[in-house]
C-alpha cells in the first residue's frame, strides 16, 4: 500500500515536516502568490504615505553670531547683557515677531540657542523652525538681526550716558576753575577741580574706546533655507517598501505552508507517487453556458495538445485494444466529463473505435456536450433490467443502447433512468459483463464516473477497467482530497494509471507558442500531421463495429502509432514522456 505522509503537509499548524525549502521554491512561491506580495508593499506604501500626510511640515534654519566681548569682560568699558537666553526672552523675540509680521507670540517656543566658547569670544548659534525651509530663514536672520540690536542699542546707551557725564563733568570742571581763580588759596576746590579734570579725561577715554570698537556682536553666518527636520521622506518611503515586501512575502510563505490546495502539476505527483498524465492547459474564454467541444475543431491550441498528450499517454499505460479506462476526481467541479468528452472525440478522430459510458447515474452531463445522442436508455437501464430478471445481458442488448454520435468512431452509452440508489445499482453482478461486451464492441472504452471522495461509484467501476485516470485542478483541489481519492481507488483495487492536471495555468515558452498556438495550419503540416495520425475527415462514414484497426492487430503498425503520438507529448508536455514511461514499467511490474 503506497503511503501519502504528506498529504496533509503544511494543513495543520502541528505538522512543520518539510516546512524548510530551498531557495528556488522560495522564488517559485512569490512568484504563485504575487499578489499577496504585491498587495502588502501597497499597503505599506499607502501606510507610509498616510503617515507623511499627518505629519507637519518642520524647517530648521540657523544664523551664527560672534560675540566681540567675552562672558562678563566689559565691552569698551561697558558691561553688555550678552546672555543666549536673552535671546529667546520677550525683548528680543518681540522685535523680531515685529519685523516678520507675525502675530504676537508666534516665535515662543521656536526658537533654540547654542553657545560655543571660544578663548576670545563666543559663539551663538540662533535656530528658528518653521513649515517652510524660507520661513525659517526669514525667523532665525530676524533673531538673530534682533538681538545684534538689542545688543548695540546696550552700547547706544552706555554712550549717551558717557555723553550726559562728559557735560555734567565740563560744567563741574568751569564753575570749579572760576571758584580756584577767585579763591587761589582754597585747597578743597583745587582738589575738586583736578578730582573733575581726572574723571573728564576717563569719560573721553571711553567714549574714544566706543566710537573706534566698532559693534559687540558680528553676524558670522547669515540663515540659509532650512532644512527638513526628522527622517527624510525618501528613506521612510524606501523603508516602507523594504517593509512591505518582506511582510509580502512573509505573508506568501506562510500562506502557502497553511494552504491545504494542489500548489501545481508537480505536487499532484510529489503528494500521490504516481506519474502525471498530462496537463490540460485553462479555456481562460470558455464561458459556463458553452456546449462546445474544443478537439473536435482543428485549432492548435494548448489545450488541444494537451488532449493528445493525454491520449497518447494513456495508449502507452493500457492494453493495445480492448482497453478500459475510467476518469474521476476527488471533487465536484473538476471537469470529469469535459475532459472525457475531449478525450473520446480525439481518440475516435485516430480511427479507433471509442465508447463513451456515462457511468455517473446521479447527474450525468454527457447530454450537455453531445446533445440527444447522450439521452435516452442507458446503463441505468441494463443494470435494471438485470437486476429484475427483465432481460439477460447480451451482445445485442448492449449495442442497442449505444447511440451514434456526429463524430465517426466515437459511440455513447447513456448513463439511463435516474435511479435513487446508484451504487447498489452499480454493485450488480451485471456490470462486469456490461463492461466485458463493450470491450469487445469498442478498441477504448472511457468511463465517466463521480467524484471518487464523497461517493463510492467510482470505486466499484474502477476494478472493471484496466486503470484510472484522477483528474484534479492545481490551485483549487484539496490536497488531502487527491490523494484520500487515490487510496480509496487503490483498495478497491484498481490501479491508478497517473493524474491528469486539468485547467492547468503554466504557460507554454514563446518557442512553442509560436509554433502550436498559430492561428493557420500549413497544408504541409496537416498533409504531414495526417500521415502520422490517421484522423477520420469530418464527413466520412462512420466505421463499422468490426475486425479491430491495424494499429490494434499489428505489433508494428502499433509500435508506430504510439511512437508518433509520443512525439506529440515532447512537443506540448516533454516532462510527461518521463512520467508515463516510467509509471508505464511501474505497471508492468505490478502486472
Not at 478497491?492 to 494509471?497: F, K, N
Request: with cysteine.
Amino acid at each position: 500500500m503506497r503511503k501519502f505522509a504528506r498529504a496533509d503537509q503544511g494543513a495543520h499548524t502541528g505538522n512543520f515536516e518539510g516546512f524548510f525549502m530551498t531557495f528556488r521554491q522560495v522564488l517559485h512561491i512569490i512568484a504563485q502568490r504575487w499578489y499577496l506580495v504585491a498587495g502588502t508593499l501597497l499597503l505599506g506604501m499607502l501606510i507610509a504615505f498616510g503617515y507623511l500626510h499627518q505629519q507637519t511640515p518642520s524647517y530648521t534654519s540657523t544664523a551664527t553670531v560672534r560675540l566681540n566681548a567675552t562672558g562678563d569682560t566689559p565691552f569698551a568699558g561697558v558691561n553688555l547683557d550678552t546672555d543666549s537666553e536673552t535671546i529667546t526672552a520677550p525683548v528680543v523675540l518681540n522685535v523680531a515677531t515685529k519685523k516678520l509680521g507675525l502675530p504676537a507670540g508666534a516665535l515662543a517656543g521656536q526658537v533654540t540657542t547654542t553657545v560655543t566658547q571660544g578663548t576670545q569670544t563666543d559663539r551663538v548659534d540662533i535656530s528658528a523652525t518653521a513649515s517652510s525651509p524660507v520661513e525659517s530663514q526669514q525667523r532665525a536672520s530676524a533673531v538673530a538681526a534682533s538681538w545684534m540690536q538689542y545688543l548695540n542699542g546696550q552700547l547706544a546707551a552706555a554712550r549717551d550716558a558717557l555723553l550726559k557725564q562728559q557735560k555734567s563733568t565740563s560744567e563741574q570742571i568751569n564753575a570749579l576753575q572760576k571758584q580756584v581763580q577767585a579763591h587761589q588759596t582754597d585747597q578743597v576746590a583745587q582738589t575738586n577741580l583736578n578730582s573733575a579734570i581726572a574723571n573728564l579725561g576717563q569719560i573721553n577715554s571711553q567714549l574714544t574706546t566706543i566710537s573706534t570698537a566698532g559693534d559687540p556682536a558680528t553676524l558670522l553666518s547669515d540663515a540659509l533655507p532650512g532644512s527638513s527636520n526628522g527622517t527624510p521622506m525618501s528613506t521612510i518611503l524606501l523603508a516602507a517598501a523594504v517593509a512591505g515586501l518582506i511582510a509580502g512575502i512573509g505573508v506568501a510563505l506562510i500562506r502557502d505552508q497553511f494552504d491545504g490546495r494542489l500548489r501545481d502539476e508537480n505536487d499532484a505527483v510529489e503528494l500521490t507517487e504516481v506519474p502525471l498524465l498530462g496537463e490540460l492547459a485553462i479555456e481562460r474564454r470558455r464561458r459556463k453556458d458553452d456546449s462546445s467541444i474544443p478537439a473536435a475543431a482543428r485549432q492548435p491550441t494548448a489545450f488541444n495538445e494537451g488532449i493528445r498528450a493525454l491520449r497518447t499517454s494513456l495508449q502507452v499505460l493500457l492494453p493495445a485494444s480492448h482497453a478500459t479506462v475510467v476518469l474521476t476526481s476527488p471533487e465536484p467541479g473538476d471537469g470529469k466529463t469535459f475532459v472525457a468528452a475531449n478525450l473520446a472525440v480525439s481518440w475516435a478522430r485516430t480511427g479507433r473505435r471509442i465508447i463513451l459510458v456515462g457511468g455517473d447515474l446521479r447527474r450525468s452531463r454527457l447530454e450537455f456536450y453531445f446533445g440527444s445522442a447522450a439521452d435516452g436508455r442507458g446503463l441505468a437501464d441494463l443494470l435494471q433490467a438485470a437486476q429484475h430478471h427483465e432481460r439477460t445481458i447480451d451482445r445485442a442488448t448492449v449495442e442497442a443502447c449505444l447511440r451514434e454520435t456526429e463524430f465517426d468512431g466515437l459511440r455513447i452509452l447513456p448513463a439511463g433512468a435516474v435511479t435513487a440508489d446508484p451504487a447498489d445499482l452499480l454493485g450488480n453482478n451485471a456490470l462486469a459483463a456490461v463492461v466485458a461486451i463493450l470491450r469487445e464492441l469498442a478498441d477504448v472504452v472511457l468511463i465517466d464516473t463521480p467524484p471518487a471522495l464523497a461517493m463510492a461509484d467510482a470505486a466499484i467501476l474502477a476494478p472493471r477497467a484496466d486503470g484510472v485516470a484522477v483528474l484534479a485542478t492545481p490551485r483549487r483541489t484539496p490536497r488531502a482530497s487527491l490523494s484520500e481519492a487515490v487510496r480509496i481507488i487503490e483498495a478497491s483495487g484498481a490501479t491508478v494509471l497517473g493524474v491528469v492536471a486539468n485547467r492547468s495555468r503554466r504557460r507554454l515558452p514563446k518557442s512553442y507558442r509560436s509554433y502550436y498556438l498559430q492561428h493557420e495550419v500549413p497544408d504541409r503540416t496537416r498533409q504531414t500531421e495526417q500521415n502520422l495520425t490517421p484522423d477520420a475527415p469530418e464527413n466520412a462514414a462512420a466505421p463499422k463495429a468490426t475486425p479491430a484497426t491495424p494499429a490494434a492487430t499489428d505489433p508494428a503498425a502499433r509500435r508506430r502509432a504510439v511512437d508518433g503520438d509520443a512525439a506529440d507529448i515532447r512537443r506540448s508536455a516533454p516532462n510527461a514522456v518521463e512520467m508515463t514511461i516510467a509509471g508505464g514499467n511501474r505497471t508492468a511490474s505490478r502486472s
